[in-house]
């Protein structure tokens, strides 16, 4: 599980960045980019599962049939950023495509997580074989990464909110940014 959670923030660091730089300050996605509605829902809901890995994992077991919740999270995770690869290339072809950049990024975080889930499936096959129910068992890592998650768990929360909200076009959702005019 250590080895896992450090992979872990290694991909919400790259994820941060990604969206800072790339879907903020590039782009500007939240600014009403033609058609970035269906890529921000995409983001908006795979931040809310990332949120409960960043935020539970640290510090739960997820037990029994629980593993089995956790293990749906994941696939859902994964199927969603499947759907975002292909969704982005549609959305970004107003502004010349994806960026290479951001490309390679997204190679690099997809397989940070891989090797992250390749130490966390181990952990949830023994999670499965036990009773059923969400344990307080903070992971064997040092402290400070258990804090890190955490909060990488709320500013990924914060992230999702933000793209949902710019998502529904709501007033002021594309804050800093003037709105896109198309």
């Given at each position: 599980?250590?080895?896992?959670?450090?992979?872990?923030?290694?991909?919400g660091?790259?994820?941060?960045?990604?969206?800072?730089?790339?879907?903020?300050?590039?782009?500007?996605l939240?600014?009403?980019?033609?058609?970035?509605?269906?890529?921000?829902?995409?983001?908006?809901?795979?931040?809310?599962?990332?949120?409960?890995?960043?935020?539970?994992?640290?510090?739960?077991?997820?037990?029994?049939?629980?593993?089995?919740?956790?293990?749906?999270?994941?696939?859902?995770?994964?199927?969603?950023?499947?759907?975002d690869?292909?969704?982005?290339?549609?959305?970004?072809?107003?502004?010349?495509g994806?960026?290479?950049?951001?490309?390679?990024?997204?190679?690099?975080?997809?397989?940070?997580?891989?090797?992250?889930?390749?130490?966390?499936?181990?952990?949830?096959?023994l999670?499965?074989?036990l009773?059923?129910?969400?344990?307080?068992?903070?992971?064997?890592?040092?402290?400070?990464l258990?804090?890190?998650?955490?909060?990488?768990?709320?500013?990924?929360?914060?992230?999702?909110?933000?793209?949902?909200?710019?998502?529904?076009?709501l007033?002021?959702?594309?804050?800093?940014?003037?709105?896109?005019?198309?």
């Open positions: 599980m250590s080895i896992a959670l450090w992979l872990l923030a290694v991909q660091a790259l994820g941060a960045l990604d969206t800072l730089y790339y879907h903020e300050w590039r782009a500007r939240p600014a009403g980019v033609p058609g970035s509605r269906p890529e921000l829902m995409l983001h908006a809901s795979r931040d809310f599962l990332y949120s409960v890995l960043f935020g539970s994992l640290p510090w739960l077991a997820w037990r029994g049939a629980w593993a089995a919740v956790l293990a749906l999270i994941i696939a859902a995770e994964i199927v969603i950023t499947l759907a690869f292909v969704v982005e290339d549609a959305v970004r072809k107003p502004l010349g994806v960026f290479p950049g951001e490309r390679c990024m997204h190679t690099v975080m997809a397989l940070i997580y891989g090797a992250a889930l390749g130490y966390l499936v181990p952990v949830l096959l999670w499965w074989a009773p059923t129910g969400l344990a307080v068992e903070p992971a064997p890592v040092p402290q400070p258990r804090v890190a998650l955490s909060l990488m768990a709320a500013g990924v929360l914060g992230s999702g909110m933000r793209d949902l909200y710019a998502a529904l076009q007033p002021r959702g594309h804050w800093p940014w003037p709105r896109h005019s198309a």
